[in-house]
């Protein structure tokens, strides 16, 4: 089946830069995705790589490496609202439409 | 300009009883997914549609049923509801006109006692 890990983890301060990585086991996915979720909200979307290589949106930015079967999400600048749980996610893989998320990784900032 | 919308909000259930939660999304999209997550885990894939008339199962379908009656409705069931059945639960919604965004609903919290 298919896998998607995160670290469960990752705590930095204001202004900092963070990277949280995401190691897959799939194939023939269409993109890998990135998602925010709020304690007690919905996740909402971030980013998302179709081909190999940065995606930049603002502050956060996304990598793919199909070859590697890796990605990450960097986020910059943090600021104390972006403490959330962070998911990747792939659709497509394994010749199904299934949307399968990471395990996640709850963000901590300190000030 | 509603997006995905999720009903019940929130419910208590008895062991053994049934219910649907019912998911709607006014985007026109073909592909339609529902997902629980429970306390400090990551959201797993119960079922999911391609399409009107179309259902498949996640990666966690035991206890659970779907129906994809018309394009914009995707229907949960919990024909007789367990403790373990405690979630909540996320429905989502994407096609090939949104891009690779994947809308969500605000979640259904249930309890099974």
């Known amino acids: 089946g298919q896998s998607l890990e995160q670290p469960s983890e990752v705590t930095a301060v204001e202004g900092a830069i963070v990277q949280i990585n995401c190691t897959y086991q799939t194939s023939g996915f269409y993109g890998l995705s990135w998602y925010q979720q709020h304690d007690g909200g919905a996740p909402t979307f971030l980013s998302y790589n179709a081909l190999d290589g940065l995606e930049e949106t603002g502050r956060f930015s996304s990598f793919l490496s199909r070859s590697d079967s890796y990605g990450y999400l960097l986020l910059q600048e943090l600021q104390m609202k972006d403490s959330a749980s962070y998911f990747c996610a792939v659709r497509g893989g394994d010749n199904t439409d299934k949307l399968i998320f990471g395990t996640g990784t709850r963000l901590q900032v300190f000030p | 300009n509603a997006g995905v919308t999720q009903t019940p909000k929130f419910r208590v259930l008895k062991t053994g009883q049934s219910m649907t939660l019912l998911c709607a999304q006014d985007m026109n999209h073909e592909y339609m997914y529902w997902y629980r997550q429970d306390p400090g885990m990551g959201l797993r894939l119960i079922h999911y549609?391609?399409?009107?008339?179309?259902?498949a199962k996640g990666e966690v379908p035991d206890g659970y049923n779907v129906s994809r009656l018309k394009k914009q409705n995707f229907l949960l069931g919990l024909e007789s509801a367990a403790p373990s059945q405690t979630s909540v639960y996320f429905c989502a919604s994407t096609g090939t006109l949104s891009g690779n965004t994947i809308y969500f609903g605000e979640g259904s919290w249930l309890t099974v006692v």
């Open positions: 549609s391609v399409g009107e008339g179309t259902t």
